[in-house]
């Protein structure tokens, strides 16, 4: 069965902490991999990730996918109170184009 | 700017009422998608359709039905509402073949059954 898996499901840092989110996955025919952040609405695209090794990067966020032992993690510098919010890690199958979600992980961030 | 609308943000329903949520999309987009989000579950697909009059399960249709008749609106009907239904629900666009950052959600519609 296809699955995608986040830890932790929740997470409590201080300002300016670092943290590290992570998604694994058990995908057939995988094609990308997808990072969205949500707040209390709905959810914003963050990033997209096909290939192994590369890391993209957007501000203190940046994120980067191993294909050999099936994970992306999103890494987030220097948080700050507005970074509050759910993440989510979804990956598109290349079969059929859809989207398997992870459970997402909660991020509160303590002023 | 491209949009996700739906009509209804909160509702608060009766058991076995019917109950329809509406979705339109502006992006002249193929495929709509209905998802439901509770805590610790993520995003779960209840169907999809990739065009007009077109519609297909996701991973937990039970309950649910959905009506495609215009390119730009897509439908969800609880025929019967249950309290195991009270949920949110996303709505989503996206072109033929998703690819990230072209798929778009609504606001989100938070369902409540009593």
């Known amino acids: 069965e296809d699955k995608v898996v986040q830890s932790p499901l929740s997470l409590v840092v201080h300002e300016g902490d670092t943290v590290t989110l992570n998604c694994s996955y058990e995908?057939?025919?995988?094609?990308?991999l997808l990072w969205y952040k949500q707040e209390k609405k709905a959810p914003t695209f963050l990033f997209m990730l096909?290939?192994s090794g590369i890391e993209k990067k957007s501000g203190r966020l940046s994120s980067i996918l191993d294909k050999k032992e099936l994970f992306s993690i999103l890494n987030i510098t220097a948080t700050q109170t507005g970074d509050s919010a759910i993440y989510l890690c979804?990956?598109?199958?290349?079969?059929?184009?859809?989207?398997?979600w992870g459970a997402g992980t909660k991020l509160i961030i303590k002023p | 700017d491209v949009k996700v609308t739906q009509s209804s943000r909160y509702l608060v329903k009766r058991t076995g009422e019917k109950v329809f949520l509406e979705c339109v999309q502006d992006?002249?987009?193929?495929?709509m998608f209905w998802y439901r989000q509770d805590p610790g579950l993520g995003l779960r697909l209840i169907y999809f359709?990739?065009?007009?009059?077109?519609?297909e399960k996701g991973d937990i249709p039970e309950g649910y039905s959905v009506s495609r008749e215009k390119k730009e609106r897509f439908s969800l009907i609880l025929e019967s509402a249950s309290t195991n239904q009270t949920s949110m629900y996303l709505c989503?666009?996206?072109?033929?073949?998703?690819?990230?950052?072209?798929?778009?959600f609504g606001e989100g519609s938070w369902l409540t059954v009593v």
């Open positions: 096909t290939s």
């Open positions: 359709s990739y065009d007009v009059k077109m519609k």
């Open positions: 989503a666009s996206s072109l033929v073949g998703v690819k990230g950052n072209t798929i778009y």
């Open positions: 992006m002249d987009h193929e495929n």
């Open positions: 995908v057939t025919n995988f094609r990308s």
């Open positions: 979804a990956v598109e199958m290349d079969s059929n184009y859809q989207l398997i």
